[in-house]
């Protein structure tokens, strides 16, 4: 058993039998997931459940995702250490620091001016100087640091944005949950210039993407 499993078994008991054990073996992943204190990323009153494989309110309305789709996300992205990748719902900050471990440079968009505050704190004090949290609508993604690599959508669309896919990079990887209040699919799409080719990666339950070329505030009501 390698030290930082020794160190924090509860981190390492969710690697071995929520992540692997569902067939997500990359080990650059695999060692961020056993790195990142996730407890951390959670209220204290939550704090006991942070390594169990289930979503977790942050407050606001917001949830931290489920460790294993946190996982599964980020595979799909198929970083390998040099992209600008952007993040649409900040949200807790876990994932940004999940992605922070794997690229060059993280820009992660938060609706919620006091969640975005509370979270760059939180990752600045981690040491993740390369993950930068701005507040606005996500659904319009940030140009002033386009093109993206990766872009990764931590919250349920009714469709895929266009203004994400502009500013996606030529071979860029976009993973958005796309679908009804209810239950959406995760979709990866990849960019090969002006062509986009889309698939379909699983079903899943996000929290709703508010915005301009989202959900409207209105069209919030009857989501769990």
């Given at each position: 058993?390698?030290?930082?499993?020794?160190?924090?078994?509860?981190?390492?008991?969710?690697?071995?039998?929520?992540?692997?054990?569902?067939?997500?073996?990359?080990?650059?992943?695999?060692?961020?997931?056993?790195?990142?204190?996730?407890?951390?990323?959670?209220?204290?009153?939550?704090?006991?459940?942070?390594?169990?494989?289930?979503?977790?309110?942050?407050?606001?309305?917001?949830?931290?995702?489920?460790?294993?789709?946190?996982?599964?996300?980020?595979?799909?992205?198929?970083?390998?250490?040099?992209?600008?990748?952007?993040?649409?719902?900040?949200?807790?900050?876990?994932?940004?620091?999940?992605?922070?471990?794997?690229?060059?440079?993280?820009?992660?968009?938060?609706?919620?001016?006091?969640?975005?505050?509370?979270?760059?704190?939180?990752?600045?004090?981690?040491?993740?100087?390369?993950?930068?949290?701005?507040?606005?609508?996500?659904?319009?993604?940030?140009?002033?640091?386009?093109?993206?690599?990766?872009?990764?959508?931590?919250?349920?669309?009714?469709?895929?944005?266009?203004?994400?896919?502009?500013?996606?990079?030529?071979?860029?990887?976009?993973?958005?949950?796309?679908g009804s209040s209810g239950f959406q699919n995760l979709v990866r799409l990849t960019r090969h210039g002006p062509r986009f080719d889309q698939e379909d990666l699983?079903?899943?339950?996000?929290?709703?993407?508010?915005?301009?070329?989202?959900?409207?505030?209105?069209?919030?009501?009857?989501?769990?």
């Amino acid at each position: 058993m390698s030290t930082e499993a020794n160190r924090y078994p509860e981190r390492a008991y969710m690697v071995q039998h929520q992540i692997m054990s569902r067939g997500i073996h990359d080990e650059p992943l695999l060692n961020a997931l056993r790195r990142v204190p996730r407890h951390q990323f959670v209220p204290p009153d939550q704090a006991p459940a942070a390594y169990q494989d289930r979503p977790l309110p942050i407050g606001l309305g917001q949830t931290i995702s489920q460790p294993y789709m946190v996982a599964l996300m980020t595979e799909a992205l198929h970083l390998t250490g040099d992209e600008n990748v952007l993040e649409v719902g900040t949200g807790s900050g876990y994932q940004a620091a999940i992605l922070g471990e794997l690229a060059r440079q993280i820009t992660t968009i938060e609706r919620h001016a006091p969640l975005a505050d509370r979270t760059q704190r939180l990752l600045q004090d981690l040491g993740y100087a390369n993950v930068t949290v701005v507040t606005g609508d996500g659904t319009l993604g940030w140009p002033a640091s386009a093109p993206y690599d990766a872009i990764l959508v931590t919250a349920g669309a009714p469709h895929i944005p266009s203004a994400l896919q502009a500013q996606l990079a030529d071979g860029g990887r976009l993973v958005i949950p796309v679908g009804s209040s209810g239950f959406q699919n995760l979709v990866r799409l990849t960019r090969h210039g002006p062509r986009f080719d889309q698939e379909d990666l699983g079903g899943c339950v996000f929290v709703p993407l508010i915005g301009k070329q989202g959900w409207g505030e209105d069209e919030r009501r009857g989501w769990w």
